[in-house]
C-alpha cells in the first residue's frame, strides 16, 4: 500500500522530533523560566517536569518539556505570557465520558482535569449530553452561529459532515508547531495510516481521537471449554469447537448455539445484530473483508458498491444471521448487546471494548460485575479466506473525537488542551479510569498494568491486533445520510420488507443521490483520501 | 374615557400640534386607537411567526443545508425552483411515515374514546372509594411521554413481565416484530392518554342537566336509552373537543416511539414526527424538512378551514 503525503500532514518522523526543534519551531526558547523550574518539581520522577504526583506508578504518566504533554503546557505558557491564554475553554462531549476526565482512577490519585489546572490555571467547563445526540448538538452550536463551546467531540465518522459544514478548525498549523505525539512509533498508533485515520479528514488535521472504538470479538471461553458444549459441537459440526477465523465460522458457530440450554438458559449464537445505527457496523466488518485484501465500499472513481455480487452477497449472509440474534436484537442499542453476553444469552459478539471494562471483573464490594465474570476473553477479528491467506477485518464505528469549534476565539488554546488529552502518557492516564466511553487505542496504553486491569489482559493484545486491521467507516460530508441510508435499507430486508438484493440496490441509489449532491463540496476527493487509510495487512490462513 | 384621553393631549409638549392633533384623533377613533394597542402583539406575531414561515419558505425553494458551510440567508445560491414539493410528492418515505401517523390515530383515538367513554359513565354515580380510583386511573396522563415508553420498552422486552405473566416464550418478541412493535407503541400510547379523555368526557357527562335524567329515569327510560338519547347528544361539542385535541396530539407522536423502538424494526413505527426528526438530524436535509413542514402546515390549515366551514353551515 502506498500512502501519499499530503502537503500539510507531517509524518510520523517529523511528529516526532525532539523537544529543542519543537520549541525552536514554535518560538518558545526563551521561556526557559517555565521549563527549568517546574513548580512541582520534588514530587516528579528525575527529568520530569509536569502531570499527575502522589500515587504508587504516578511517574508513568509525568511528562518534561520534551514530550508532547510538555509542549501543550509550554504553549499553553506562552499564550499566556503573550495575554491570548484564556481563562477558561468550553468543552462539548458526551456525559459518560465526564468522570473519566474528571475524577481521579482511584482515591488519591490524580484526576487529569486537576493536573491541567495545577499546570495552566485554565478552568474547563465540561457541558454533557446523551452519547447518541451529542453531535446534533454540535451542528445546532455550528447552524445557530452560537459558538457556546470551544471544543467539540463526537463520532469520528461525522468528522466528515463538521468539516463540509464549516464547523471545524483545521489543526493542521497547530499540530506542525507543537508536534503532538499521536504517531510516536513506542508509544502513539503503530502505523502512519492510523495517524491518518484517526486525526485527519481529507488530508487535513481536523478530529484529535480520544477513543479507540475498533470493534473487537469478545467471547464466552467459559461456555466455548464446557465439555457438555464441546461434545455436542463435535457431534454436531464435526470439528472441535474454537473462535471462528472467518465469518463462515461465526455463522456456524451461531447457528450451532441458537436455541440450547448450557445450564444457563436459552442462547443465541449471534451477539452482532442490533438496531439501527448500532447494528451497522457489522455488516460493514463482513463487507469488508468480501474481496482480498479489501472490499472497498466505493470504488477508485468514488463510486458505491453496494449493489454489485458481493455486497447483495454480503446483504444476505446479514440478513440470514437474524436467525440466530436473540428475540429483540433489533432494537438493541450497544448497551443491550452487552447485556446479552453478560447474562450469557450469546457467546460472540464484536463490540466497544469497554465491553469488558464494565461487565468481566469484580465490583468493589466483591460481587461479580457480571454473570459472564472470568467466562470472557477476547479473539481476534473475522474475515474470509483466500488461498492461503484470511483478510481479517474490523471497522471503526462511532470513536469520539474532540474538534475545535470554527467559533472559538481560543482556538490555539483550545488545540493545546486537546493535544495534552490525547497525547499518549495523559490518555493512558485517563484509560486507567474505571468508568467512561474513551477507549485505548495508543501503544503505551496496552501497555500500562492499570489499563490492563480494566480492559483486560486477555484483550492487550487482540484490541492492537484488531486496530491493525480495521477498516474505517463513512467518514466524508453526508455521512449520516449515507449510514443511514444504508441502515434503513438494510433493516427492511432484516424485517423481511425487502430482499436483500433489493436493499442494497435501494442503498446504492440513495448513496449516489447523495454522493451527486455533495460532488461540489469534495465528496469524491474525500471518499478517494478515505481508501488510502485503509489496511491491506493479511494474515496466513 | 373621553376625559382621560383629553387630559392626555393636554398634557402632550407644546409645539406638537400636528402630533397632538394626530394622538386626539386616535383617542377618538376606537378602531385606531385599538390598532396601536394591538401593534407590539403585531410586531411580535410578525417575528415568532410571519418571519420563521418566510424563512422555512425561502429555504424550502432551495438545496440548502448545514453541509454547505454558508449561513442560510445565502441559501439563493443553491436554489432549485420547487424541486423540494416534488421530491416530497414521490419520496415513500414520507408517504408511508404519514400512513403509520394516521394509522396509529385511526386504532389508538377510538379505542381511547371508548374506553375514555365507558369509564366516564361508570364514575358518573357515586361508589366507595371513587375519589382514590378516579386519582388512580389519572395517574398515566400525567407521567412524561419519555417515561412511559421507558415503561413499555421494559415491559414488552422478550423477556419482559408482559410474557412472563401471558407464559409467552422469550422468542416472541414485541418490539422487533414488524406487527407486534405497531400494537405495542398503540397499546402505551392508548395507556397513557385514555385517563385525558376519560377526564374530558366526564366533565360533559356531569355538564348533562340531572332533572333531564332524573325525568327519564321517571320515564321508564333505561341507560342505554338515556345516555343515547339525552347524554351523548348533550356530550356532541365535548366530545369533538376531545377527538380533536387527541387526533392532534397523536398526530404529533414521537417520545414514546423513539424511546420504545426509535421508529423501527427498519421503520415500521416511523411516524411523520420521527421521519422529520430523521431528516433534520441525521439526514441535515432541511430544506426538504422546510418544504415538508410548510406542505403539512397548509394541508392541515385547509382541513381545518374546511371543517369549521362545515359547522358553521350546519348551525346555520
Sequence with gaps: MTISRPPMAPSRRELLKGSAAALAATGLGGLGSFVTTPVFASEFAPGMTGGPTGFEGAERFQYNSGMSEGRAIEGIKALQAAGKAPKKLTILLPDGTIDQISKPFREGASAPLDVWKRETGIEIEMIGAPVGDVFKKVMQDVTTGSGSYDIYTGPWNSTGDLVASGGAVDCSEFVQKYQPDWGDPERGMSTEALVKLLYTYNNKYYPVALDGDFLTWYYLRGIYEKPAVQDAFMKEMGRELAVPNTWQEVDDISKFFTGKDFGNGTMYGNGCLMSRFWGLPTFYMRLASMAFPNFYFFNEDGHPNLNSDLGVQCAEEHVRSLAWSPPDALNFTFAEGWASMWNLQVPNIATYTAIAKFGDGYKEDGTPKSRATGMMDSHAPVGRRFGDKINRRSILHYSISGWISSKSPN??????????????????????????????????????????????????????????????????????????????????????????????????????????????????????????????????? | MTDVTANIVSAAPAGSTTRRGYWSGVARDGRKLGLWFVAPTLVLLLFIVIFPMGMQLYLSATWWTPLDGTPWYLAFESFNGGENYLRLVTDPGLWSALWRTVLIMAVAVPVQFMLGLGLAFLFIDQFPGRKIFYSILLTPMMIVPAVVGMMFYLLFQGTGPI????????????????????????????????????????????????????????????????????????????????????????????????????????????????????????DLDWSYVAAIGLTILLVLSLAAARGLAYNAKKRA
Design chain 1, 411 to 541: 482556538a490555539e488554546a483550545a488545540f493545546l488542551f486537546l493535544q495534552w488529552l490525547s497525547s499518549t502518557r495523559t490518555f493512558t492516564l485517563m484509560m486507567a479510569s474505571p468508568t467512561g466511553y474513551f477507549d485505548p487505542m495508543q501503544q503505551a496504553n496496552f501497555r500500562e498494568p492499570l489499563v490492563a486491569s480494566n480492559y483486560k489482559p486477555y484483550a492487550m493484545e487482540t484490541i492492537p491486533y484488531t486496530i491493525a486491521r480495521s477498516v474505517p467507516g463513512l467518514n466524508f460530508g453526508g455521512q449520516t445520510a449515507m449510514d443511514n441510508a444504508l441502515d434503513e435499507e438494510l433493516q427492511a430486508a432484516l424485517t423481511g420488507q425487502k430482499t436483500a438484493r433489493e436493499a442494497m440496490d435501494a442503498a446504492q441509489g440513495k448513496w449516489e443521490q447523495i454522493i451527486r449532491r455533495q460532488k461540489s463540496k469534495g465528496i469524491l476527493e474525500a471518499i478517494k483520501a478515505s481508501r488510502d487509510t485503509w489496511t491491506t495487512i493479511v494474515d496466513p490462513a
Design chain 2, 163 to 282: 410474557n412472563n405473566t401471558f407464559g409467552l416464550p422469550a422468542s416472541f418478541s414485541w418490539l422487533a416484530d414488524v406487527n407486534r412493535a405497531m400494537i405495542s407503541v398503540i397499546i402505551a400510547d392508548v395507556w397513557q392518554w385514555t385517563p385525558l379523555m376519560f377526564l374530558i368526557l366526564l366533565a360533559g357527562m356531569l355538564g348533562v342537566p340531572q332533572d333531564q335524567l332524573l325525568a327519564a329515569r321517571l320515564l321508564g327510560g333505561s341507560n342505554w336509552q338515556n345516555f343515547r338519547k339525552i347524554i351523548l347528544p348533550r356530550m356532541k361539542p365535548v366530545i369533538a373537543i376531545a377527538l380533536v385535541l387527541r387526533s392532534v396530539e397523536c398526530f404529533k407522536i414521537f417520545d414514546l416511539i423513539y424511546i420504545m423502538t426509535k421508529g423501527g424494526p427498519g421503520v415500521q413505527t416511523e411516524t411523520i414526527s420521527l421521519y422529520l426528526y430523521k431528516q433534520t438530524f441525521a
